[in-house]
T-cell receptor, first 111, second 116 residues
Framework: SQKIEQNSEALNIQEGKTATLTCNYT??????LQWYRQDPGRGPVFLLL?????KEKRKERLKVTFDTTLKQSLFHITASQPADSATYLC??????????FGSGTQLTVLP | DAGITQSPRHKVTETGTPVTLRCHQT?????MYWYRQDPGHGLRLIHY???????DKGEVSDGYSVSRSKTEDFLLTLESATSSQTSVYFC???????????????FGPGTRLTVL
């Protein structure tokens, strides 16, 4: 069956360090993968999209990699700040072009 | 937030009663979606629409129906609410579904529904 797994439900890191979040999937062949940020009590907010033929995408302090052989995406936040604390969701495009979301990783950046 | 509103924002109802949630957009986006979010399950697609009067089922559509009579409004109806439908419901919109640009989804603020 199709499955999306995001590493550990919660991740704590020290301010200034790089946070690395993992999204693994099985039985998908996504055309693209997206990352979203969700703050408590609010809807998700789109951050980045990476296509199957792209290895890496950057946006300011964010970097996403996409390895279709390993079936994995890594999401990095460099020079992390307490304001980066949130839940981060990965989402894959399915065969019907609908997005399927992982359950998210809750990131806490400690001052 | 993109121009998406959801109403009501909170609702408590009893088992067996009908409930309708409304999503309204001012972005003129073609695609609209209803998701539910539950602890441990993430966001799951209930139904989506690819145009006025054009809708299709998502992963967890049982017990839900939708209607879209205007581009800007997408309604989600629970014909007879059950306790298992207690959840946070999010509406989302997107301009495209293609693998190119403009297929990111913009989410509304959510509706917290409790079925007693």
């Amino acid at each position: 069956s199709q499955k999306i797994e995001q590493n550990s439900e919660a991740l704590n890191i020290q301010e200034g360090k790089t946070a690395t979040l993992t999204c693994n999937y099985t039985n998908y062949s996504p055309a693209y993968l997206q990352w979203y940020r969700q703050d408590p009590g609010r809807g998700p907010v789109f951050l980045l999209l990476i296509r199957e033929n792209e290895k890496e995408k950057r946006k300011e302090r964010l970097k996403v990699t996409f390895d279709t052989t390993l079936k994995q995406s890594l999401f990095h936040i460099t020079a992390s700040q307490p304001a980066d604390s949130a839940t981060y969701l990965c989402a894959l495009s399915g065969s019907a072009r609908q997005l399927t979301f992982g359950s998210g990783t809750q990131l806490t950046v400690l001052p | 937030d993109a121009g998406i509103t959801q109403s009501p924002r909170h609702k408590v109802t009893e088992t067996g009663t009908p409930v309708t949630l409304r999503c309204h957009q001012t972005e003129n986006h073609r695609y609209m979606y209803w998701y539910r979010q539950d602890p441990g399950h993430g966001l799951r697609l209930i139904h989506y629409s690819y145009g006025v009067k054009d809708t299709d089922k998502g992963e967890v559509s049982d017990g839900y129906s939708v209607s879209r009579s205007k581009t800007e409004d997408f309604l989600l109806t629970l014909e007879s609410a059950t306790s298992s439908q207690t959840s946070v419901y999010f509406c989302a919109i997107s301009e495209s579904q293609a693998s190119g640009d403009n297929n990111e989804q913009f989410f509304g603020p959510g509706t917290r529904l409790t079925v007693l």
